[in-house]
């Protein structure tokens, strides 16, 4: 039986399951997020911050450091079991450090960056983004923007420090009772300072300064969106007229990049019960991070994917770069932005930033990214009109909402005309949720090549090649070409001619297993990074095809999806 003096680990009344990084920052179930478990982090991770140098996004002990919280009840107080209470955690994680915590309040992701890097900073965004209502997480930033995938390694070696020694020490002298619960720390969250907020506002009213939007009615799909009220002073602010609808007080998951029917449909009565003549439905996920649009054809809504959408932004931006990731329609490479694609990154806007500072590099001015989910991040200021737009390098969700209404506002068209003068490629992104993660890794595994250098396989007429991740060739012998032959016959047994689809004739691997076939289709499968879910991105000729694709992804019970995990479970 423990006693006082045993350690905290042996007063434990749970087994603790570690929080780990995802696509971008950490992300975890509820039920596992205790106090002790995001104290534990913060601390490892603020110490990391504290060892890099300034010009590398360190910070110095005793500086300011920024954290908001979007709108997910486990963000800012305790819930059930006593789990949650992040903002409470991340605040004495950063007193504890020597970090003097200031709390913007609940905003937008990008607002806090902005205000953060601008104040040479480092930040921390208390949110599950776009997840499901079950989990939550955080985002911690450098005073310089976000963490990047080689900070990763050495930060999760400070947290198994760090957690050896909160669980050795003594339960009398420990902050956390045996529920990993605080014990004589204030359950309070720090009361929230409004700069943050009026500083993103006036970022977008001073670049669309002396442009408006007038004459332009939005519907503003509010739900449990963090910047929804943003939805409204923003455009307001730049002259349009905005009408809120289906706001909630209960959290709402919207995956922008995945929206499904259903959620399709919400949308679409509201719409339809606020009067319709509106000329187009904006608005966010979780954290405001990625936008949503939709606009009327007939009174019907049409959804623009993100990687539509920020085609559209690039144009109006006139950037010199454009760095998006593998998942991305490949409408990009057949308009004008195909002459300042960079080469395609992973999925994740770390790795979107990756791919921005080696254009910055070049010496290449105006550079951008975006994400299929529609984030925008801006590598280096852009000038318009006169007007700097200082560089965000983190997921936006305003800057495309602007900047797709003035371009169609400015043409005097509408927002269906102005998407229909992008090459015609279409897509559409689905996925399973709670769908085990091994499992995944199983598909990625079975139809993968020999050799991890080999990226990109082509099935041409008179052999097959490959190459690497900067398309450079790769040698093809007689034991890859017979496994490159088994991975395409498995592979159109589930994608066969019988479901509609035409021969194989190319596979990407930069993130996932993306399958290229004869007639243009694209069928790319890829394990979700911050959730237990598997994700299908397609893109076709078609919007009908492209839907096609994606629905009998995720059918049930015998669905694309389905078919490849019963094959990998055989």
Not at 214 to 219: D, H, N, P, T
């Amino acid at each position: 039986m423990s006693t006082p003096t045993d350690s905290l680990a042996a007063h434990l009344a749970y087994a603790p399951v570690p929080l780990k990084f995802g696509t971008s920052g950490r992300r975890g179930e509820v039920i596992h997020l205790t106090q002790l478990e995001i104290y534990t982090n913060v601390v490892a991770e603020v110490e990391y911050l504290q060892s890099l140098p300034l010009s590398e996004g360190g910070i110095k002990s005793g500086d300011d450091f920024f954290f908001a919280h979007d709108l997910r009840p486990s963000s800012a107080k305790l819930v059930e079991n006593g789990r949650g209470g992040l903002c409470q955690a991340v605040t004495q994680a950063l007193k504890d450090t020597g970090m003097n915590p200031i709390n913007l309040g609940d905003i937008p992701t990008p607002a806090l960056t902005y205000w953060a890097i601008t104040h040479g900073k480092g930040s921390i965004m208390v949110t599950g983004s776009h997840i499901p209502f079950s989990r939550n997480g955080y985002k911690l930033n450098t005073s310089k923007g976000e963490l990047m995938k080689r900070d990763e390694q050495p930060i999760n070696d400070r947290v198994a420090i760090t957690r050896q020694k909160l669980l050795n020490q003594a339960y009398t002298e420990s902050l956390f009772d045996e529920w990993g619960v605080f014990r004589n720390v204030s359950q309070d969250v720090l009361p929230a300072i409004p700069e943050g907020r009026a500083a993103y506002i006036q970022r977008y009213v001073d670049f669309f300064k002396g442009e408006t939007l007038s004459g332009v009615k939005l519907l503003a799909y509010q739900h449990s969106a963090v910047g929804r009220d943003l939805l409204i002073e923003i455009f307001e602010a730049l002259g349009a007229s905005v009408t809120a609808a289906g706001r909630s007080d209960t959290f709402v998951p919207i995956d922008t990049e995945a929206i499904d029917q259903a959620q399709l449909d919400v949308v679409q009565k509201l719409y339809d019960n606020a009067g319709k003549g509106f000329n187009a439905v904006i608005s966010t996920d979780g954290d405001s991070d990625r936008p949503l649009i939709l606009a009327p054809e007939s009174d019907v809504l049409r959804f623009f994917g993100g990687d539509l959408l920020g085609m559209v932004v690039a144009e109006f931006l006139e950037v010199g770069a454009a760095v998006v990731p593998i998942s991305t329609n490949d409408a990009i490479d057949r308009g004008p932005l195909a002459a300042v694609t960079e080469p395609k990154t992973k999925i994740g806007s770390p790795y979107v930033i990756s791919g921005m500072e080696r254009a910055i590099a070049k010496g290449i001015p105006r550079v951008c990214g975006w994400e299929a989910n529609g984030g925008f991040l801006t590598g280096s200021d852009i000038k318009r009109n006169g007007n700097v737009l200082t560089a965000l390098p983190t997921r936006d969700a305003f800057l495309p909402l602007l900047c797709a209404l003035f371009a169609a506002h400015n043409r005097k068209t509408t927002l269906p005309k102005l998407f229909d003068t992008l090459p015609p490629r279409f897509s559409r992104a689905s996925l399973l949720r709670n769908f085990p993660r091994p499992t995944s890794m199983k598909i990625i595994e079975r139809f993968s090549p020999p050799e991890p250098s080999m990226q990109d396989i082509s099935y041409l007429s008179d052999g097959i090649t490959a190459s690497d991740a900067d398309q450079a060739n790769i040698p093809v012998t007689e034991s890859h070409t017979k496994r490159f032959e088994q991975i395409r016959t498995d592979i159109q047994t589930v994608f066969s001619a019988g479901a509609g689809f035409s021969p194989v004739s190319r596979i990407l691997y930069t993130d996932g297993v993306r399958i290229l076939f004869a007639n243009g289709d694209v069928a790319h499968v890829r394990p979700s990074g911050n959730a237990d879910e598997l994700r299908i991105y397609s893109v076709a000729d078609t919007q009908e095809r492209a839907d096609a694709i994606a629905n009998q992804g995720v059918a049930e019970p015998n669905g694309l999806l389905r078919t490849l995990e019963k094959l990998v479970s055989a």
